[in-house]
């Protein structure tokens, strides 16, 4: 691997890019074990603060990788990670467009979407697993996302709702 | 409600139109853009049809990387080539990181604060939440069914990712064509 913090940037997250079936969402462990245990980024913590941040903002929750690079490597470091994590998909999502027409009744393609559901499903459970093993350090944050999980489940109240009163538990000391 | 007709030339977006669509879905979504791109372009602007939009959303998904990114940037290519695309993505994009860029300046000057980060411990234990019941949703309609393939691999994956802590590439290889082939030999 090159030494420069912004080659290694921008080639993680554009290989990474082209594995996450199911969005970034499913690309949350593969990111903490680069970031945190791999390359010794940041914090288990601060990386769990990231993801806080990247959900709690409008926009896609990629932006994430945005926050990633801006901690590594300031702005150049945020325009590589997000040049890296969206570029290569944007180039073959243009390019596929164009044929798509044309093979969206095949059965390899009808085959290979159905294939790919069960493990998008399996990263993204991981990636609950692993930001709950950051996140829930104690009985309370853990009761907090159950109540959570719950709720956004059964309901379709906006997350924001859930963000805010999130932040106010910790806020006022409870987590 | 009659169904929009195909769009004519005449009546296709222009690319600053494209831009604040997608400027405006992505500011309006918190926890995911997806349902308000739908939202937009669908029931608003009346740009695609239901359709359509699920035609375009099925590629997205099927392709790797960032659902809503992919979605962007069909919409755009189908309407305005290369430039459209890339005015979608700009659109969808350029708030959202001038925001985060904000948040991530305030976050490296303010992120050691003890306040702060209590804060940011509470709502990352509601996002953990959100994330669980978004794996609920999708796990129910596979594991509530009559049990094939599906179950199982997802498991595996979650294993191998979660508690084995396998680098993604590698399990994703692994697993992937296992899955595909059970899926092209269902019938």
Known sequence: ??????????????????????????????????????MHWMSDRQFADMFAIAQASPG??????????????????????????CGPTCVLAFFVARVWDRFKDARWRIAIQAGLVPVS??????????LARSADHNVYAGALTAITALVGFATRLNPL????????LGLTGWL | ???????SPADRPTLAAVFRAFAVVSLSGFGGALPWARRMIVERKRWMSAEEFNEAFALSQFLPGPNVINFSVVFGARFGGAPGAAMALAGLLGPPLAIVM???????????????????AGVTAAAVGL??????KMAAPMFLGRWNSGPV??????????????????????LAPVSVAFAWFKR
Request: aromatic residues 10%; glycine residues 10%.
């Open chain 2, 102 to 120: 904000v948040l991530a300046i305030l976050y490296a000057r303010f992120g050691d604060i003890e306040m702060l980060s209590r804060i940011l």
């Open chain 2, 131 to 136: 994330l669980i019941a978004v794996v609920a």
């Open chain 1, 60 to 85: 896609p929750n990629v932006i994430i990788v945005t926050l990633i690079g801006y901690h590594v490597a300031g702005f150049a470091g945020a325009a590589v990670a997000t040049v890296g994590m």
């Open chain 1, 1 to 38: 691997m090159n030494d420069s913090p912004l080659i290694t940037l921008f080639g993680y997250f554009a290989l990474l890019s082209l594995f996450a079936v199911g969005g970034a969402n499913a690309a949350i462990p593969e990111m903490h074990r680069i970031a945190v245990e791999v």
């Open chain 2, 1 to 7: 409600m009659s169904s929009p007709p195909a769009p």
């Open chain 2, 153 to 174: 691999i997802a498991i595996l994956a979650f294993i191998g990712v979660a508690i084995m802590q396998w680098p993604l590439p590698i399990v994703f290889v692994v």
């Open chain 1, 121 to 130: 499903l399996g990263l993204i459970g991981a990636s609950a697993f692993v």
């Open chain 1, 161 to 168: 709702w859930l963000f805010a009163a999130g932040g106010l």
